[in-house]
T-cell receptor, first 115, second 110 residues
């Protein structure tokens, strides 16, 4: 069965809107959660890594004030795209992991389209 | 992450074994190698991982060279549903940062 639940699967909204994406770990305690985005015909780009109860670590070039990440519990992380613009349109994917050597498990992704 | 190198694309006939290579010559001694795949417009799917020994599960086999500088993912009997982009990952830095390369686009041909 699914290990990770990511919602919503698709969002279409107007420029300037803030969008929240949820990532839930269903079967185990996710010590670490990762957020990626993927543009068409490209690989996954790591945006940030978060450990439960700690501030997220953002990759270079990713604005932490624009992409707000909250990892308040071992089963839930949220990514909020604030004041979204058309260039933020992308496929956003979360993943969860337990202890360090365990593999990641990914959500089904959220396709965000900003008009 | 330890840098990984994979061929950009490969073709495989349906029913035949698909062998996908990966070079990870900078991998450290205690770092695992992970394989994932991504079918179009979906989130990546975990396939298999290993440290030193060869591994097998219901999806695939993983062969790791003795010097650990390369590995091969084997899909024993490829089906059309195995058409996907396959990523070889070798995390580093305490596993706190996991990045993806461009992967290998496997096309299974009828």
């Amino acid at each position: 069965g699914a290990v990770v639940s990511q919602h919503p699967s698709r969002v279409i909204c107007k420029s300037g809107t803030s969008v929240k994406i949820e990532c839930r770990s269903l079967d185990f305690q996710a010590t670490t959660m990762f957020w990626y985005r993927q543009f068409p015909k490209q690989s996954l780009m790591l945006m940030a890594t978060s450990n439960e109860g700690s501030k997220a670590t953002y990759e270079q070039g990713v604005e932490k004030d624009k992409f707000l990440i909250n990892h308040a519990s071992l089963t839930l992380s949220t990514l909020t795209v604030t004041s979204a613009h058309p260039e933020d349109s992308s496929f956003y994917i979360c993943s969860v992991r337990g202890v360090l050597e365990q593999p990641q498990h990914f959500g089904d992704g959220t396709r965000l389209s900003i008009l | 992450d330890a840098k990984t190198t994979q061929p950009t694309s490969m073709d495989c006939a349906e029913g035949r074994a698909a062998n996908l290579p990966c070079n990870h010559s900078t991998i450290s001694g205690n770092e695992y190698v992970y394989w994932y795949r991504q079918i179009h417009s979906q989130g990546p799917q975990y396939i298999i991982h290993g440290l030193k020994n060869n591994e097998t599960n219901e999806m695939a086999s993983l062969i790791i060279t003795e010097d650990r500088k390369s590995s091969t993912l084997i899909l024993p009997h490829a089906t059309l549903r195995d058409t996907a982009v396959y990523y070889c990952i070798a995390p580093s830095g305490g596993y706190q940062k996991v990045t993806f390369g461009i992967g290998t686009k496997l096309q299974v041909i009828p």
